[in-house]
């Protein structure tokens, strides 16, 4: 499977402000993937970020507040924007398996807004 | 209705025992399933794929009922390394869906 980091693993920010995630991965892959999961929750997709063309995000997420960037085809990053207590989760990103239908994610990021 | 929906539990069973999970799923056409194990504080890892036939890896068998639309996860002679969180999962088209988890503790 591929190999996913992602910086920062965890950060306290304040309301108001913004914080970037970044995501890369030791192959190249087609699309990468960015979730949410809340305490006590599931993991919930925010966007599929595409190299070269603009994210799609899913039903209740968009560009204004996750700006997803997709530079090359192994690094993304999602920008959490004009945070509010609700904001705060776990981010993660992911990449399909190379029989192409699983996924694996990487570490996280723990996000917590005061 | 919800695309993916699993009984939450929490699942706190002794060790040596068999314990099962079961997801149901709402779409006839999904097309792949899985199980993953999430442990504290870390992020999902998958632990199996689940196929029409039911596969078997060690102690876990997974098995899919299409009739049904459920899956299910087997974990027989429990360890305490077991404790977890499962995560079922669903793929549809390029859309995956995860269930809420279902938490296991194995007590020695």
């Known amino acids: 499977s591929a190999v996913i980091s992602q910086k920062p693993s965890r950060d306290i920010c304040q309301r108001g402000t913004s914080l970037t995630i970044q995501c890369q991965v030791d192959?190249?892959?087609?699309?990468m993937f960015w979730y949410r999961q809340q305490p006590g929750q599931s993991l919930t997709l925010i966007a599929t970020?595409?190299?070269?063309?603009?994210?799609?995000?899913e039903s209740g997420f968009v560009i204004d507040k996750f700006p997803i960037s997709r530079p090359n085809l192994t690094f993304s990053t999602l920008t959490v924007s004009n945070m509010s207590p609700e904001d705060s989760s776990i981010y993660l990103c992911?990449?399909?398996?190379?029989?192409?239908?699983?996924?694996?994610f990487g570490p996280g990021t723990r996000l917590t807004v005061t | 209705r919800k695309e993916v929906e699993q009984d939450p539990g929490p699942f706190n069973v002794p060790e040596g025992a068999t314990v099962a999970f079961n997801c149901t799923y709402s779409?006839?056409?999904?097309?792949?399933f899985f199980w993953y194990r999430q442990d504290c504080r870390k992020e999902p890892k998958l632990l199996m794929s689940?196929?029409?036939s039911g596969n078997e890896d060690g102690r876990f068998t997974a098995q899919l009922n299409r009739a049904s639309q459920y899956i299910s996860l087997l974990i027989r002679d429990s360890k305490l390394s077991d404790s977890a969180t499962y995560l079922c999962?669903?793929?549809?088209?390029?859309?995956?869906?995860f269930g809420t988890g279902t938490s296991l503790t194995v007590i020695p």
């Open positions: 992911s990449v399909r398996g190379p029989l192409g239908y699983e996924q694996y």
């Open positions: 192959s190249q892959v087609t699309m």
């Open positions: 970020a595409n190299q070269g063309s603009e994210a799609t995000y």
């Open positions: 779409n006839s056409a999904s097309q792949s």
């Open positions: 689940v196929y029409s």
């Open positions: 999962a669903v793929s549809t088209g390029n859309q995956f869906y």
